[in-house]
C-alpha cells in the first residue's frame, strides 16, 4: 500500500509510520510541527520508502500519485496542548478532516479517523461501549477537542454513507510509550520525569479519577488490523486494566524507586472525566484483538526512554 500519515512527526503518527513500513508500505508522513518534532522520525530520514511533507492539513493538501489508505492523526493531542491551542484544534478537526476526506476521495483511498475516548466526555456509563453517545459539554475546556473530534466522526461517517468512501474510527483510549513530549501535560511523562528527578508526583485533585492506560504497541496493532477490516463504526482501542491516578502514581513510584511520594495540586481542568475504561468486547469479536502488554512490561518500555531523554537535556 501507499499510505499516507498526517500527524507523522506525533508520538502516534511517527509509531505508525515504524509498523506500516515494517510492513512493506510506502509511508508519506505529512505534519506542520505544531506539536510534533522531526526527531520522532528521524530515524526514517533515509528510509526508501518514506517521505515527509510539512504543510498544515487545514489548507488544500496536495499529494503526487496514488493513495491506498489515509490515516488521519493531526491534532493536538493533550489537555495542555489544546487548551493553549483552541482554535487550530477545532480546524484540525473540522477543516483538517474535511481536507483528508476530499483527498481521500479524489485518489479512491480508505480512510481511518484517530478519534478519541473524549467523545465520551465525563461518562454516565461505565465502562463505555462504543453504542454511549457520550456526556460533553460543548463550551467547556475540553470542548475545543471532544467537539472537534465528534464533528470530525460526523464527516466521516457522512462520507462513507453519502460518498460511499471506505472509512474506519477509532476512538483511542489513553496510550503512553517512548517518543511522547516530556512536557505534553500528560499524566505519564509527568509522573516519570517528576520520579526520575526524585520529586513528588502531583496529583491533580484527590487522585481518585480513574484511567485505563495502554502501551503503543497494542494500539498500532489493533489500528492495524481495525484498517484491514471492513468496520465502518467506530471501535474503541484501549486497555480496560482501570487504575485511580493515585494508584497510578504509586506503581510509577514503585518501579522507579522514587520515595518522594505524592503532592496534591489543585491543577484539574474543568470536566476531568472521573472515570475511563474502555469496553473492548467488539473489537475482541471484529478484530480478534485485546492488548498484550501490561501496565508494567510498558512502563518498563518506557521509563529507559523517558530517562535517556532527560539525561540528554541535563536535567538528571
Ligand atoms: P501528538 O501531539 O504527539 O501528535 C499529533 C501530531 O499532529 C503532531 O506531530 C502535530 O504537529 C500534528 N498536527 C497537529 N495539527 C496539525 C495540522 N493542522 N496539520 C498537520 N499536522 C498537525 O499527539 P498523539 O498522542 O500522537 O495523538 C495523535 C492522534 O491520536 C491525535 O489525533 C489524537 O487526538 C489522537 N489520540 C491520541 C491519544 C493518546 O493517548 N495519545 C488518545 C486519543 C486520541
Ligand atoms: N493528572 C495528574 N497529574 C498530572 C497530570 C495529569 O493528576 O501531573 C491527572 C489528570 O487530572 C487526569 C489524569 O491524570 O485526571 C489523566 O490526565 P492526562 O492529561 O494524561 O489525560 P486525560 O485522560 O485527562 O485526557
Given at each position: 500500500?501507499?499510505?499516507?500519515?498526517?500527524?507523522?512527526?506525533?508520538?502516534?503518527?511517527?509509531?505508525?509510520?515504524?509498523?506500516?513500513?515494517?510492513?512493506?508500505?510506502?509511508?508519506?508522513?505529512?505534519?506542520?510541527?505544531?506539536?510534533?518534532?522531526?526527531?520522532?522520525?528521524?530515524?526514517?530520514?533515509?528510509?526508501a520508502r518514506f517521505s515527509f511533507i510539512k504543510h498544515d492539513v487545514t489548507n488544500y493538501i496536495y499529494v503526487a500519485g496514488p493513495l491506498d489508505a489515509i490515516l488521519h492523526f493531526a491534532s493536538p493531542a493533550s489537555p495542555i496542548d489544546y487548551l493553549e491551542l483552541p482554535i487550530q484544534?477545532?480546524?484540525?478537526?473540522?477543516?483538517?478532516?474535511?481536507?483528508?476526506?476530499?483527498?481521500?476521495?479524489?485518489?479512491?483511498?480508505?480512510?481511518?479517523?484517530?478519534?478519541?475516548?473524549?467523545?465520551?466526555?465525563?461518562?454516565?456509563?461505565?465502562?463505555?461501549?462504543?453504542t454511549y453517545y457520550g456526556h460533553v459539554n460543548p463550551v467547556g475546556p475540553r470542548g475545543v477537542y471532544d467537539e472537534a473530534k465528534r464533528f470530525a466522526e460526523a464527516i466521516t461517517m457522512a462520507y462513507h454513507t453519502y460518498h460511499g468512501l471506505e472509512t474506519r474510527i477509532v476512538r483511542i483510549f489513553n496510550t503512553y510509550g517512548p517518543r511522547m513530549r516530556l512536557r505534553d501535560g500528560r499524566v505519564?511523562?509527568?509522573?516519570?520525569?517528576?520520579?526520575?528527578?526524585?520529586?513528588?508526583?502531583?496529583?491533580?485533585?484527590?487522585?481518585?479519577?480513574?484511567?485505563?492506560?495502554?502501551?503503543?504497541?497494542?494500539?498500532?496493532?489493533?489500528?492495524y488490523r481495525l484498517l484491514l477490516s471492513d468496520e465502518a463504526e467506530p471501535v474503541n482501542i484501549g486497555n480496560p486494566g482501570e487504575f485511580t491516578i493515585k494508584e497510578f502514581a504509586g506503581i510509577v513510584n514503585e518501579l522507579?524507586?522514587?520515595?518522594?511520594?505524592?503532592?496534591?495540586?489543585?491543577?484539574?481542568?474543568?470536566?476531568?472525566?472521573q472515570v475511563r475504561q474502555p469496553d473492548i468486547s467488539k473489537a475482541r469479536r471484529i478484530l480478534g484483538w485485546e492488548p498484550q502488554v501490561t501496565l508494567s512490561e510498558g512502563l518498563a518500555l518506557t521509563i529507559p526512554w523517558f530517562r535517556e531523554e532527560l539525561h540528554r537535556r541535563n536535567e538528571i
Amino acid at each position: 500500500m501507499r499510505v499516507l500519515i498526517t500527524g507523522a512527526a506525533g508520538f502516534l503518527g511517527s509509531h505508525l509510520s515504524d509498523r506500516f513500513l515494517s510492513e512493506g508500505h510506502e509511508v508519506i508522513g505529512m505534519d506542520n510541527l505544531i506539536t510534533g518534532t522531526t526527531d520522532n522520525i528521524a530515524h526514517l530520514a533515509n528510509h526508501a520508502r518514506f517521505s515527509f511533507i510539512k504543510h498544515d492539513v487545514t489548507n488544500y493538501i496536495y499529494v503526487a500519485g496514488p493513495l491506498d489508505a489515509i490515516l488521519h492523526f493531526a491534532s493536538p493531542a493533550s489537555p495542555i496542548d489544546y487548551l493553549e491551542l483552541p482554535i487550530q484544534t477545532l480546524k484540525v478537526g473540522a477543516l483538517g478532516t474535511h481536507k483528508a476526506l476530499g483527498l481521500a476521495r479524489d485518489k479512491g483511498a480508505r480512510f481511518l479517523l484517530a478519534s478519541t475516548s473524549e467523545v465520551y466526555g465525563d461518562p454516565q456509563v461505565h465502562p463505555q461501549p462504543e453504542t454511549y453517545y457520550g456526556h460533553v459539554n460543548p463550551v467547556g475546556p475540553r470542548g475545543v477537542y471532544d467537539e472537534a473530534k465528534r464533528f470530525a466522526e460526523a464527516i466521516t461517517m457522512a462520507y462513507h454513507t453519502y460518498h460511499g468512501l471506505e472509512t474506519r474510527i477509532v476512538r483511542i483510549f489513553n496510550t503512553y510509550g517512548p517518543r511522547m513530549r516530556l512536557r505534553d501535560g500528560r499524566v505519564v511523562p509527568n509522573f516519570i520525569a517528576q520520579a526520575l528527578k526524585r520529586q513528588p508526583l502531583t496529583l491533580y485533585g484527590d487522585g481518585m479519577q480513574t484511567r485505563s492506560f495502554q502501551y503503543v504497541s497494542d494500539l498500532v496493532e489493533g489500528i492495524y488490523r481495525l484498517l484491514l477490516s471492513d468496520e465502518a463504526e467506530p471501535v474503541n482501542i484501549g486497555n480496560p486494566g482501570e487504575f485511580t491516578i493515585k494508584e497510578f502514581a504509586g506503581i510509577v513510584n514503585e518501579l522507579t524507586g522514587n520515595e518522594a511520594g505524592t503532592v496534591t495540586k489543585d491543577l484539574r481542568t474543568l470536566d476531568d472525566p472521573q472515570v475511563r475504561q474502555p469496553d473492548i468486547s467488539k473489537a475482541r469479536r471484529i478484530l480478534g484483538w485485546e492488548p498484550q502488554v501490561t501496565l508494567s512490561e510498558g512502563l518498563a518500555l518506557t521509563i529507559p526512554w523517558f530517562r535517556e531523554e532527560l539525561h540528554r537535556r541535563n536535567e538528571i
